[in-house]
């Protein structure tokens, strides 16, 4: 075992967060109950947030960034792992408390660790990361609600983004009418339809001043946006129809009205991928590994190495990239 290895850790520097590519050891990790070889991490939108220092994600520092990562045991002395096994983190506190994936070695709580599904690789599952458990949570909180293929179209914002993109083509490959909100209709309208969306509707015609109600039209909503987005989406959701909010790309506020909710029954249901139960992680991934199209989820992602990580925080963060982003950590 190589007593240095790399690592993208924050630091404040002059009381701002500042990332950067370091060697450490393994006395500069903690010391939790499993030690895995990380093979690769992602850059989600939280990242971008953590790494370009645009949201203090990182509370306390130094801390090394990334909420994600996949790999291999190395070591154990948590009882239900042993060297060879192939796990899978995501969220749990990780680049908030606890030092995250952005390093070739990490030390974790074994009650973090998901195993990897059957079948399903690596780089996959970080294709996958936060980003896509996150939208099989949202399909599933819309599955929960009662929205099935044949309740009508149901509505993808921020479709071309990484939550959007893998709901996009879950949805689709589910059997869903996938209708994809996107600021990039010219850039990223061909890459849409080709995970399955049937229709696109830019994102001027969500993100304005909306009615209380406007005409009923979708069955349901995954919304990465928040802000008027939503508030749009929600006056324009069917009776008795849901709305799986899980972003605020656009901002955090909501700016709607009771009326959705006490006149069309529709129901907001929010989705947390940071905490939420390992049973509720083990189906969203389960499902994943069950309903996932592998061959679409090559064209929604490139593989990056660990250097480039700041570069990508910030375009993340400027609306800049398109699907998913895989780290190698050994690149
Ligand atoms: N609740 C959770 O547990 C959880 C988990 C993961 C992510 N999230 C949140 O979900 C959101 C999306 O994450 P992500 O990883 O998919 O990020 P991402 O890849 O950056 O995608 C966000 C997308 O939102 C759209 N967008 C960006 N700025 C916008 C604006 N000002 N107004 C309207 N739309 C805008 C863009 O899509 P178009 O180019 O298609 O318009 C962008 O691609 C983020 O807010 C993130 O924090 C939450």
């Not at 393994?26 to 109950?33: K, T, W």
């Not at 069955?219 to 987005?229: E, L, P, R």
């Not at 324009?236 to 799986?244: F, L, M």
């Amino acid at each position: 075992m190589t007593d240095t290895f790399n690592a993208i850790v924050v630091e404040k520097v002059d009381g701002k967060p500042v990332a950067s590519l370091k060697k450490i050891g393994l006395a500069d990790i903690a010391d939790e109950d499993v030690l895995v070889e990380v093979a690769y991490s992602t850059i989600n939108y939280k990242d971008g947030l953590a790494v370009s220092g645009a949201a203090p994600i990182c509370q306390v520092t130094p801390l090394i960034g990334g909420i994600d990562l996949a790999g291999t045991v190395i070591e154990s002395r948590d009882p239900a792992f042993k060297p060879g096994d192939r796990v899978l983190v995501n969220g749990y506190g990780l680049s908030e408390r606890f030092h995250g994936g952005y390093s070739q070695k990490q030390r974790l709580k074994g009650e973090w660790l998901v195993r990897v599904p059957d079948g399903m690789s690596l780089e996959e599952c970080m294709a996958v990361g936060t980003a896509g458990y996150t939208s099989m949570l949202c399909v599933q909180a819309l599955q929960d609600g009662g929205v099935t293929p044949d309740s009508g179209p149901v509505l993808v914002t921020g479709a071309a983004g990484g939550v959007g993109s893998i709901a996009v083509s879950l949805l689709a490959g589910l059997g869903y009418e996938v209708h994809a909100s996107t600021g990039r209709v010219d850039e990223a309208g061909q890459f849409l339809r080709d995970l399955g969306a049937s229709a696109l509707v830019p994102r001027d015609q969500l993100a304005r001043d909306c009615k209380p109600l406007e005409k009923e039209t979708w069955a349901g909503v995954i919304d990465t946006v928040g802000n008027q987005t939503l508030a749009t989406a929600i006056a324009q959701t069917r009776y008795e129809g849901t709305v799986a909010a899980c972003g605020l790309a656009g901002g955090m506020a909501l700016p709607t009205s009771v009326m959705p909710f006490i006149l069309r029954g529709v129901t907001l249901r929010g989705v947390d991928s940071v905490m939420a139960s390992l049973p509720r992680r083990q189906r969203a991934w389960d499902a994943l590994a069950a309903h996932l199209d592998r061959e679409q989820l090559k064209s929604i992602y490139e593989v990056v190495p660990l250097s480039a990580v700041p570069d990508l925080a910030r375009d993340i963060i400027a609306g800049a990239v398109r699907g998913r982003v895989v780290v190698d950590v050994n690149a």
